[in-house]
């Protein structure tokens, strides 16, 4: 069981970009997945989730409007687009896994990937 996040880079302020999480070893379909970010000093924050079926997704307050969860079950996928970014999004941007439980707090997650990194200049 492993996920692993992609997508990452550098862009300036009000740019876009688009996070993959993909599964391997086993289907996304009957897991809600998650996306937390850690910035330098910070602790790990939750941003967004999405349930198994896809018909249920959550954000944080300070990127909803901005940031859009989806599911790509041909791909095995989970993506999170991110519009109008800003320099505070700048974070390492984790995906994880997870059967049930709370979407907001990350000790409910089974399964984790590894960070890939967000940088947004000013």
């Known amino acids: 069981v492993q996920l692993q996040a992609s997508g990452g880079g550098s862009v300036q302020s009000g740019g876009s970009l688009r996070l993959s999480c993909a599964a391997s070893?086993?289907?996304?379909?009957?897991?809600?997945i998650g996306w937390f970010r850690q910035a330098p000093g910070k602790e790990r924050e939750f941003v967004s989730a999405?349930?198994?079926?896809?018909?249920?997704?959550y954000y944080a307050a300070s990127v909803k409007g901005r940031f859009t969860i989806s599911r790509t079950e041909a791909n095995n996928t989970v993506d999170l687009q991110m519009n109008s970014l800003k320099p505070e999004d700048t974070a390492v941007y984790y995906c994880?896994?997870?059967?049930?439980?709370?979407?907001?707090?990350?000790?409910?997650?089974?399964?984790w990937g590894q960070g890939t990194q967000v940088t947004v200049s000013s």
């Open positions: 994880a896994a997870k059967y049930s439980g709370s979407y907001y707090f990350e000790e409910e997650y089974d399964y």
């Open positions: 999405i349930n198994w079926s896809g018909g249920s997704s």
């Open positions: 070893g086993f289907p996304l379909d009957y897991y809600a």
